[in-house]
């Protein structure tokens, strides 16, 4: 089946630093990403939609200055963490849409596990 | 605007045995998906099950299948001859018609027992 990887999977930073967080389609070219965030125990909660070629959709509530995403290709999207304070650290989840295939295909990444410190 | 609710938080279910997860959802589209999705410790969603809302018989995968009931707006998730991998949280979600987006139910945490 189709494979979406995510980088780092594990990150530890600094209050104040910027984290970036990679999120690649390996084979299949993926027009759409979404980027979600999860707390312990909780559910997904849907943080952007992320367009190739295009600006990011946010969700309402999500600081786009703070949550930056860039989808540069077709097989790529970043989420930085700028300023990254405590409560930012959680568990970072992409998917992505593979255009190619069924509007019903999407497949999630690994997560990123973000502890601020 | 879309809900989906799981009232299970956590479930206990012997080695062998069938287990349901509630699922039920709000929309006013007539065109949508229902996913179940599990996720294990390790944190990675991984895909079950899909139906869509003008399917007329009720998806099977494996020992997952979905029993949608549309006028009751439900889409429960059986589990078959549970095994010790099935102890994860399973999430129920529901794309809307014009977008791909995902809404999330608050999960159920299944725990299998030998």
């Known amino acids: 089946g189709a494979v979406v990887s995510q980088h780092p999977s594990w990150v530890i930073c600094k209050s104040g630093t910027s984290v970036k967080i990679e999120c690649r389609s390996l084979d299949f070219q993926a027009t759409t990403m979404f980027w979600y965030r999860q707390f312990p125990k909780q559910s997904l909660m849907l943080m952007a939609t992320?367009?190739?070629?295009?600006?990011?959709?946010?969700e309402q509530g999500v600081e786009k200055d703070k949550f930056l995403i860039n989808h540069a290709s077709l097989t790529l999207s970043t989420l930085t963490v700028t300023s990254a304070h405590p409560e930012d650290s959680s568990f970072y989840i992409c998917s992505a849409r593979d255009a190619g295939l069924s509007q019903e295909t999407q497949y999630f990444g690994p997560g990123t596990r973000l502890l601020v410190l | 605007a879309q809900k989906i609710t799981q009232t299970q938080p956590g479930m206990f279910v012997q080695e062998k045995e069938a287990v349901t997860l509630d699922c039920t959802y709000d929309?006013?589209?007539?065109?949508?998906?229902l996913f179940w999705y599990k996720q294990p410790s390790s944190g990675e969603m991984i895909f079950l099950i899909y139906q869509g809302s003008y399917d007329q018989q009720n998806a099977t995968e494996g020992r997952y299948s979905l029993n949608f009931q549309k006028a009751r707006k439900s889409a429960n998730l059986v589990i078959s001859a549970s095994q010790l991998g099935d102890s994860a949280m399973y999430f129920c979600a529901m794309r809307a018609p014009n977008d791909y987006k995902l809404s999330f139910g608050a999960g159920t945490t299944v725990t299998v027992r030998a």
């Open positions: 929309t006013s589209d007539p065109s949508y998906g």
């Open positions: 992320s367009n190739e070629g295009s600006k990011a959709t946010y």
